[in-house]
């Protein structure tokens, strides 16, 4: 039967089995400076091209509005009568 | 101008290299103890560590840079697995992995860290987090964002789990 206390041992045991590794803090800070800066630099990359698709986005939209509407074409009497249709 | 900046500078690098100093040993056992694995342990340590490093101005008690490595570590062993989906052949592939000689409780121990391995997430960090880091209810219900009440039910139901598949097993 397991309980608590095996558990906390257990625990305590897997984590004391840690190899020694050497704690290289200034390679690591080193790491997480390059990493946020990489971060900066993507989050601005991503910022600018949402800032261009947008304005290309509203300028297709406005050219589409300025374009003048295509007006009925007249009906030709003629080719009316011709056809059953009419 | 530029003296003053290059010092402040120097200063920041020498209060992250402290922090990292004083917390990374223990934020890597605690991510070993999530995932079982060393490499990714480091790993997510190391992740952790550059998101805080990012907050680092814009926490709220920079005194309590611990608890929030601890916070994020579990956060990102979550969405690890979760993202991978892969969690539950890697941990069989490492619960088959041959265990290391010297440790008279090896065999058990290994057993039952596989067993605690396969968890649901919650609930080995609760069970990791009260028995490991011996956080109160409260505190780990803070680190998982939830009650303390359903703390103590995640790591009742992973005690129960634990009992019921190490049944066979005897010291």
């Not at chain 2, 649901?120 to 609760?126: L, N």
């Amino acid at each position: 039967m397991i309980d608590e206390h095996q558990v906390r041992e257990m625990l305590h045991r897997r984590a004391n089995a840690l190899p020694t590794f050497v704690v290289d803090a200034p390679k690591a800070a080193r790491r997480a400076r390059r990493r946020l800066l990489a971060n900066g630099a993507i989050a601005v990359l991503a910022a600018a091209a949402i800032a261009v698709a947008t304005l290309v986005g509203v300028d297709a939209i406005r050219a589409r509005r300025s374009r003048p509407t295509a007006r009925p074409r007249p009906l030709h009497r003629a080719s009316c009568a011709r056809t059953a249709r009419c | 101008m530029n003296g003053g900046m290059a010092r402040e500078g120097a200063l920041e690098r020498d209060r992250l290299a402290d922090l990292y100093v004083a917390h990374a040993p223990e934020g890597i056992r605690l991510a070993f103890l999530l995932t079982g694995d060393w490499a990714l342990a480091d790993d997510l340590v190391q992740d952790a560590f550059t998101r805080l490093v990012g907050r680092l101005q814009h926490l709220r008690d920079p005194g309590a840079f611990g608890a929030y490595l601890r916070r994020t570590i579990v956060n990102l062993a979550t969405s690890h697995f979760r993202r991978r989906r892969v969690e539950r052949a890697y941990l069989e592939r490492e619960a088959a992995a041959p265990s290391s000689e010297g440790n008279p409780n090896e065999a058990l121990d290994g057993t039952m860290h596989a067993v605690l391995l396969r968890l649901p997430q919650r609930q080995r960090a609760a069970i990791v987090l009260r028995f490991y880091e011996d956080l109160s209810d409260v505190q780990t219900s803070e680190i998982l964002r939830c009650s303390p009440g359903t703390v103590r039910s995640l790591v009742s139901r992973g005690m129960k789990t634990l009992r019921s598949e190490l049944e066979g097993v005897t010291r």
